[in-house]
């Protein structure tokens, strides 16, 4: 079976991005741009090793961030060169299996999807050389030096190139022996090569338009906010058998998905902890999160996972609405959280555990009636966000869970009957959300969403 590498260019040095260093080490949603790319080249199945091209003045903080991330594999770091040819190039030659396949990724696109890389690596049993590009949504022209417009393309035959480039090994390694005989050879990336020699025809994967590339500051804003809005799937692979025997706490166990939560781990053996107004332990109070917690450790010498459901949804216009009940409703939903994070940490610390906690799909869009309700979830996200990068020298691991309409108690209380299957069942929430904790994520909303068929 052919070996399958992926080279990652991460040797930019940023000159247009205006920045004090360059801006794969930027960090966004817990991790530099670099973390968030090689994790997918990671935990993709189709990648058997990675060969990553660096730039030689920022070695000593890629190793660093090779070695807390524990990464597989990584098998060369490579010096880079002045060109993204030349860095290209000794990534290519670094692989001495000829019969191999290669995909070529830019470390500043942290938003590549397993799709991707899936349909590059199978299109590459028919085809030598494949790229990835979308269809223009803008009229392309073409102009001369003097800006005047020479030709209109067809719109429907123009798109715009993205990565990852995959290749037979042995036909791009051909393709730059050629264009290093050339004095200028003209180089716009390797698919151009191939193109220019002629040595293949270059089929086209699909990209998608949320894989974009950051070259300027305004795009570290787009990839916040796309960070913010492009939730994760529940991790797959992960066996919930692993519970048995791990200390969990849960605050708002008493209904919903914390009960249901509650009930699978101990079906899967793990020690579990249920707290809620039912038995005295409010969010708002951080005494009684505190308490809660201290007991628990005290009894059991370690914690491994924290999840905070506590929430409440109150309907209404905000100028209508009696302050002490936005209030209040602001502090569990949030104050809560904080409350719960901050409490648990140190227990967490120890076991390099992992903390949840939960949101709406309101935090994308605040809704009119729920102003305080989408907002708090807003925060929550955000919170998590921050956390991720301030827990990360402590291996402890945050995670937000992001469902959509659930069949619980409160849902049933503030909407009433809703038509039948319409919404998702609590019990699948339950089961995601201890998938989540047990995985390696951090940072991340994890979408759950009802299986449609």
Known sequence: MEKIYSIILASGKGERFDYYKPKQFIKIAG??????????????????????????????????????????????????????????FIGINSINVDNAKVLIHDAVRPFVSDRIINECVEALDRFAAVDVAIKSADTIIQINDENIIENIPKRKYMMRGQTPQAFKVNLIKKAHELSAKEENPEFTDDCGLIVKYNLADVYVVNGEETNIKLTYPEDIFLADKLFQINSHKVPENVSLNALEDKIIVIFGASSGIGSDICKIARDY?????????????????????????????????????????????????????????????????????????????????????????????????????????????????????????????????????????????????????????????????????????????????????????
């Open 31 to 88: 991790k530099t741009v670099l973390e968030h790319t090689l994790d997918i080249f990671e935990k993709n199945n189709s990648i058997d090793e990675i060969i990553l091209v660096i730039n030689p003045e920022y070695r000593a903080l890629t190793e660093q961030i090779v070695i807390n991330n524990h990464y597989k594999k990584i098998t060369k770091i490579l010096n880079g060169g002045e060109t993204r040819k030349e860095s290209s």
């Open 269 to 453: 053996k793990a020690i579990v902890y249920g707290y809620s107004r039912k038995n005295n332990v409010d969010v708002i109070n951080y005494d009684n999160v505190q308490n809660a917690l201290k007991e628990v450790y005290e009894k059991e010498n370690r914690i491994d996972f924290i999840i905070n459901t506590a929430g409440v949804l109150n309907i209404g216009k905000l100028e209508e609405r009696d302050i002490k009940s936005i209030t209040e409703e602001i502090n569990i939903n949030y104050i809560g959280a904080i409350n719960v994070v901050k409490a648990g940490i140190e227990y967490l610390k120890q076991t390099k555990g992992s903390l949840l906690l939960f949101t709406s799909s309101s935090y994308t869009r605040g809704r009119a009636l729920y102003s305080p309700y989408s907002s708090s979830k807003a925060a929550v996200v955000n919170l998590a966000q921050a956390l991720a990068e301030e827990f990360l020298p402590d291996n402890v691991k945050i995670n937000v869970m992001n469902p959509e309409r659930t069949a619980t108690a409160m849902r049933f209380q503030n909407f009433g009957k809703e038509p039948d299957g319409t919404l998702l069942n609590s019990e699948k929430v339950a089961i995601d959300s201890l998938k989540t904790v047990l995985s390696d994520l951090t940072g991340q909303v994890i979408d759950v969403r009802k299986s449609r068929s």
